[in-house]
C-alpha cells in the first residue's frame, strides 16, 4: 500500500522561505514521477511542480516558476519542494502526489491517485 506523508509546512512571513519534504513508501519510488499541488481556500486544487522518475524533466506553474524548486532524494525515497520568495498568494494546503503506475508523467490533476494528508503553508504580510 501506497503512503505519502508531507512535512514541513508551517507560518513564515511573507519573503521568507520554507522547504518541504514527502517521504514515499510502498512504491518503487526511483520509477516513479512525483508531483506537488496545492488548493486555498475557495479554489480547485492546482499543480505546483513535477519532476520525473529519471529527475530529466520537470514541470512549473507559471506562477512559482523561479521561485519554487522540486528536487527528490532516491536513496531516502523522498520529494522536496524548496519555496523561496513567498507571498501571501502562496497560502494554501501542499499535496504530494503519486500516478497509479511507474513510469509515467502527468502535468495534469488527473495523473495522479495517490496523495498524502497535505501540509499547511501560510504566509502572512
Known amino acids: 500500500q501506497v503512503q505519502l506523508v508531507e512535512s514541513g509546512g508551517g507560518l513564515v512571513q511573507a519573503g521568507g522561505s520554507l522547504r518541504l519534504a514527502c517521504a514515499a513508501s510502498?512504491?518503487?519510488?526511483?520509477?516513479?514521477?512525483m508531483a506537488w499541488f496545492r488548493q486555498a481556500p475557495g479554489k480547485e486544487r492546482e499543480i505546483v511542480a513535477v519532476?520525473?522518475?529519471?529527475?530529466?524533466?520537470?514541470y512549473y506553474a507559471d506562477s512559482v516558476k523561479g521561485r519554487f524548486t522540486i528536487s527528490r532524494d532516491n536513496d531516502k525515497n523522498t520529494v522536496y519542494l524548496q519555496m523561496n520568495d513567498l507571498s501571501p498568494e502562496d497560502t494554501a494546503v501542499y499535496y504530494c502526489?503519486?500516478?497509479?503506475?511507474?513510469?509515467?508523467?502527468?502535468?495534469?490533476?488527473?495523473?495522479?491517485?495517490?496523495w498524502g494528508q497535505g501540509t499547511q503553508v501560510t504566509v502572512s504580510s
Open positions: 502526489a503519486a500516478p497509479k503506475r511507474d513510469l509515467v508523467y502527468s502535468t495534469t490533476i488527473s495523473g495522479y491517485d495517490f
Open positions: 510502498g512504491l518503487h519510488f526511483r520509477s516513479y514521477t
Open positions: 519532476i520525473s522518475w529519471s529527475v530529466s524533466v520537470t
